[in-house]
Structure formats: structure tokens, C-alpha cells
């Protein structure tokens, strides 16, 4: 059977999926913060930095609902991990961590050079 990105059409692509698990900053980075240990909510929101504790309870939520972070409750403390499919995100994650840190300064220079150009704000 032919891949849907071969025949062109993106409709039903893979990555589609990927993109709408983690199209948001967040998502990324709370699943960045639970690869490296379970977390508390509020170790979370102080690691990541930035983020409102609402938005990071509906990342949480989210990533829950595709099966990549649990809620664990223990002496009624509640602290989060990934689950294993959660933990098969890291490598990508990983990856484009190294391309950020490698193509960064090529990003900001191209920015820098084309001022109010509609297409970089």
C-alpha cells in the first residue's frame, strides 16, 4: 500500500497527528520536563517556566487523552510521568532540540535582514 505522503495527498498523513500532539510549546516541553523524571504540578510549571498553571493543567489533560502522560496519586499527592508511548516522544524531541541549538543564529540573522517583511513577524 502506498504512504499517504507518497500519493500526495495529506489528509490522512501520520504526521498530521504528531503535528496536533505537539503543535503547542507546551506540550512540548512538559513532555521534555516528564522524560527526564515525574513531576508535580507545580515543579512542572516552575521547570518550564512561563506557562500559566490553567494552561498547564489543559497540556496535561491533553497529553493524558492520547495516552503519552499519566496522573499518578500517591498519600494524596499528585505528581505526572510519561507512560512507555510518552517516552518513545523524546528521541524526536531530542532532535529538534539539536536543530534549534544548531540553526538558531541562522533563523535570527534571516529575521534580523528582513524587517516588517509580513511573512517573518
Not at 489528509?11 to 507546551?26: N, Q, S
Not at 499519566?70 to 498519600?75: E, H
Amino acid at each position: 500500500m502506498e504512504s499517504t505522503a507518497k500519493s500526495g495527498q495529506l489528509v490522512d498523513c501520520p504526521a498530521r497527528l504528531t503535528v496536533e500532539i505537539m503543535g503547542d510549546k507546551w506540550s512540548v516541553l512538559v513532555l521534555f520536563a516528564l522524560g527526564q523524571r515525574p513531576r508535580r504540578h507545580g515543579e512542572l510549571a516552575e521547570v518550564i517556566g512561563g506557562v500559566s498553571r490553567k494552561v498547564l493543567t489543559q497540556t496535561l489533560r491533553k497529553l493524558q487523552g492520547y495516552g503519552l502522560v499519566d496522573r499518578i496519586v500517591t498519600s494524596g499527592q499528585v505528581s505526572y510521568r510519561l507512560t512507555e508511548l510518552g517516552g518513545t516522544l523524546i528521541d524526536p524531541i531530542e532532535a529538534l532540540n539539536q536543530w534549534g541549538y544548531e540553526h538558531s543564529g541562522s533563523v535570527a540573522d534571516f529575521q534580523d535582514a528582513h524587517p516588517g517583511d509580513p511573512a517573518v513577524d
